[in-house]
């Protein structure tokens, strides 16, 4: 199946339409639903665009409403704080006047001077992705899929290490996107963000051993050290935790070289069979 890494960028040149408002196109999905992680990785870009020369180190999101993938969506930008080291924004998505998405993200100077402390978990001993056959981007994915109804999984490739049946169904799997990006920090994060949540939804489905309808309720990723979108990164999820209708999934991204990249929690809601 062809990539829709192009489309997926075209996507992230979010319009201005006046300060701290901004317009962006969707891609087509089942149903019109618009995909939860490419809608807020437009809404942390959005944020981004008003705290220059700071990267983003947190983002969390609650998604309100499906939407409609035909149509564009409002990003409106609150500036919560602007400090020496910390920039804060709320971004609300809305899409004819209904919201449809809050976001809270964080932005930090660059550190300077020697009292840095850095450890993180240690970094798993896996094959080599080239030593692992090619799967579809997305378990939604297949031959028998239409044309075009999944544009927005297919901007990425990966590799699967391992994968577990029983909860916590953990999982480790190797992703890169699916061509070359531009070397921009904001858009490197933009896109790790969207990664962490599209394939987050599998360890829970796994672990409640079923495809059954679900929404993506909340989801935060904390970032620790800048990707490397050249090469392979490491993803390692799980889903540790499913209360009645919901159903926690946690992951850590390295990349190749190690280097923890960001911490990622997303939580699912199965509603009851109507």
């Not at 300060?19 to 992680?37: E, K």
């Amino acid at each position: 199946m062809p990539s829709s890494l192009g489309d997926v960028l075209a996507t992230l040149k979010l319009r201005p339409v006046k300060p701290a408002l901004f317009l962006g196109r969707q891609l087509p999905a089942p149903a019109n639903h618009i995909l939860g992680g490419h809608i807020s990785a437009q809404a942390l870009l959005a944020a981004s665009h008003t705290a220059p020369g700071r990267a983003p180190h947190s983002v969390h999101t609650y998604f309100l409403r499906p939407g409609d993938s035909r149509l564009p969506v409002e990003f409106a930008v609150t500036d919560l704080q602007e400090g020496r080291t910390f920039s804060a924004r709320r971004v609300t998505a809305r899409q004819e006047g209904e919201i449809l998405l809050e976001a809270m993200s964080s932005f930090k100077s660059p550190d300077t001077g020697p009292t840095q402390v850095t450890y993180q978990p240690p970094f798993p001993q896996v094959p080599q992705p080239e030593s692992l056959p090619r799967v579809p981007p997305h378990f939604a994915e297949s031959e028998q899929v239409g044309e075009g109804q999944w544009a927005s999984l297919r901007w990425f490739e990966r590799r699967v290490v391992d994968a577990e049946q029983l909860p916590p169904a953990r999982s480790r799997i190797w992703w890169r996107p699916d061509g070359a990006v531009p070397e921009d920090p904001v858009l490197t994060a933009t896109l790790v963000a969207y990664l962490s949540a599209v394939t987050l939804t599998e360890p829970a489905y796994t672990a409640r051993g079923s495809l059954s309808a679900s929404a993506q309720r909340d989801h935060s990723v904390w970032f620790h050290a800048p990707a490397v979108l050249s090469d392979w990164l490491l993803y390692e999820q799980s889903s540790p935790s499913s209360a009645g209708s919901l159903a926690l999934a946690s992951g850590t991204m390295f990349n190749r070289s190690g280097d923890l990249v960001c911490t990622v929690r997303q939580e699912m809601y199965f509603p009851p069979p109507r």
